[in-house]
């Protein structure tokens, strides 16, 4: 007989692969992991870029473009939580939920493939950013994929947090864009918040991703002339606030996501 933790593994992994399949077989997302790059690098990147970055110091497009690789990350791992709840609308999720394997697995499971497709949609942000000649770093980029499966983590169990408190599938859909759009601009993926004040600094510091692509930008510029101009925190500061984040929003959010499931 299977043991316990064998069959957890079994599931966890099938979920995850359930999930990064879905992904390639729907060409509409890939299509937009393009078209959603080009948009916020090649054209508001780019004109901020023109008008607003000759006196930053450092490459203005090449500090976008990591920071529009991490909320990539966020979004696409938040978009792929909250479809939870459109699977449980339509009962998709109720064989899971019956089944004899922990919640926590199945969670973990949906957290890990969606980070996966997450990674896969990088491609679309990787050419544009070949497109227009943004120097990705050497071996900077290879540090930064690398600890990319963190910010994944982050932004999964900030959608797990999400659908815990959400039991319509419209809701979640819309809920997923406002969590993701006021953070891509106040968290410092597109515009430099080193200076940012008052209730936009507050915001910045109670935001998850603030902290994910500070550290992300702590690893792509690691030992470089810009680092002290660019990264806001030590990147130990960052890693401890992602950690707490993760295990608030994933503990709290399975929790009562699966009290729904058993009260329907």
Same mark, same amino acid.
């Given at each position: 007989?299977? %043991?316990?933790?064998?069959? +957890?593994?079994?599931?966890?992994? #099938?979920?995850? &692969?359930?999930?990064?399949?879905?992904?390639? $077989?729907?060409? @509409?997302?890939? %299509?937009?992991?393009?078209? !959603? =790059?080009?948009?916020?690098?090649?054209?508001?990147?780019?004109?901020? %870029?023109?008008?607003?970055?000759?006196?930053?110091? &450092?490459?203005?497009?090449? !500090?976008?473009?990591?920071?529009?690789?991490?909320? *990539?990350?966020?979004?696409?791992?938040? /978009?792929?939580?909250? *479809?939870?709840?459109? +699977?449980?609308?339509?009962?998709?999720?109720?064989?899971? &939920?019956v089944s004899p394997i922990s919640r926590y697995s199945i969670i973990l499971g949906k957290i890990i493939g969606s980070s996966a497709s997450s990674l896969v949609m990088l491609i679309g942000i990787l050419i544009v950013g070949l497109i227009l000649q943004i120097p990705f770093g050497g071996w900077d980029i290879v540090r930064l994929f690398l600890i990319s499966p963190l910010f994944c983590l982050v932004g999964g169990s900030l959608g797990m947090f999400f659908i815990g408190?959400? /039991?319509?599938?419209? @809701?979640?859909?819309?809920? %997923?864009?406002?969590?993701?759009? =006021?953070?891509?601009?106040?968290?410092? #993926?597109?515009? =430099?918040?080193?200076? *940012? /004040?008052?209730?936009?600094? !507050?915001?910045? $510091?109670?935001? =998850?991703m603030t902290y994910a692509i500070d550290l992300a930008r702590a690893v792509f510029y690691w030992g470089e002339p810009t680092y002290e101009v660019i990264v806001l925190h030590n990147p130990w500061l960052d890693l401890i606030v992602m950690a707490g984040f993760f295990l608030l929003f994933s503990l709290v959010g399975t929790f009562f996501f699966t009290r729904q499931e058993k009260n329907r």
């Amino acid at each position: 007989m299977m %043991s316990t933790a064998a069959r +957890e593994i079994n599931a966890v992994t #099938a979920i995850a &692969f359930r999930e990064l399949f879905r992904t390639i $077989k729907r060409p @509409v997302l890939l %299509s937009f992991s393009i078209i !959603f =790059p080009m948009i916020f690098i090649g054209i508001l990147g780019g004109s901020m %870029s023109q008008n607003l970055g000759q006196g930053l110091g &450092f490459n203005f497009m090449q !500090f976008i473009l990591i920071g529009m690789i991490v909320n *990539s990350l966020f979004q696409g791992t938040v /978009t792929g939580i909250t *479809s939870l709840v459109q +699977e449980r609308d339509q009962n998709l999720t109720q064989e899971l &939920f019956v089944s004899p394997i922990s919640r926590y697995s199945i969670i973990l499971g949906k957290i890990i493939g969606s980070s996966a497709s997450s990674l896969v949609m990088l491609i679309g942000i990787l050419i544009v950013g070949l497109i227009l000649q943004i120097p990705f770093g050497g071996w900077d980029i290879v540090r930064l994929f690398l600890i990319s499966p963190l910010f994944c983590l982050v932004g999964g169990s900030l959608g797990m947090f999400f659908i815990g408190f959400v /039991t319509d599938s419209r @809701v979640a859909d819309f809920g %997923s864009f406002l969590l993701i759009m =006021p953070q891509m601009f106040l968290s410092g #993926a597109i515009i =430099p918040i080193n200076h *940012s /004040t008052g209730i936009l600094a !507050f915001l910045a $510091k109670i935001m =998850p991703m603030t902290y994910a692509i500070d550290l992300a930008r702590a690893v792509f510029y690691w030992g470089e002339p810009t680092y002290e101009v660019i990264v806001l925190h030590n990147p130990w500061l960052d890693l401890i606030v992602m950690a707490g984040f993760f295990l608030l929003f994933s503990l709290v959010g399975t929790f009562f996501f699966t009290r729904q499931e058993k009260n329907r």
